[in-house]
């Protein structure tokens, strides 16, 4: 059966997705790229567990824990936890301590553990009790804004935010983009076109980066690289 997910967009400005899934005779998949700090938390055999992911620059072969059901939130761009550096959390991730179905402990506190229909309501605790935070710099340049600082300033802040560069966070961001294009179906030079790569070598190469999938496999089989959504957030 392998991985059954489901994602949904958020609609709190904290929350870029929320994902569920459950593992079915599989061991290991592909972990992907990503700029996020995830949580996850998820159940094999009635043991609760939880953790935080980091941004990941590349991509990797992640174990799988068979039969085991997950809760993902993917934060927003930009989000971190006040009491862990995101530069610490990158390609890594941080297991949270006394987990159980009912609550998870972050940051000194013991939490609710959530399901998919309450994640946002978790996120937006976190957010009060200040667990959570952003730098409204760099919320400003994501949404376009030109900033009242240098760009020295910015990239400083961005990589104390994100744990990358702003270029980075482009780059990956716009790989993925490219990958979920090429999974619905659309053509491979018209995809390089539309995201400003230089031809479609370029367009695989950047894909393999990312997806840890052969490059051409990238332009000429993307129906077998539809999850995008798993640990690396």
Known sequence: MGLQFE???????????????????????TSVAGVRLGLVFWEQCGRAHADVTGPGTRAGTAPVPEGATFTGIELAVGTSLRAVPTAALVDGGVVLPDTTRRAFRLDGARWPTPGPDDAESLVERLVRAGILVRDPLVAEVLGGHGPAASGRTVERRFRAATGLTRGGIRQIERARTAAEMLAAGDRAADVAA????????????????TSDAPPGSCVTAPAARSDWTWLSA
């Open 194 to 209: 539309g995201l400003g790569y230089f031809d479609e070598p370029h367009l695989a190469g950047r894909c393999a980066a």
């Open 7 to 29: 994602t949904r967009r958020s609609d709190s400005p904290w929350v870029d997705a929320v994902w569920t899934c459950a593992s079915e005779r599989v061991t290991a998949m």
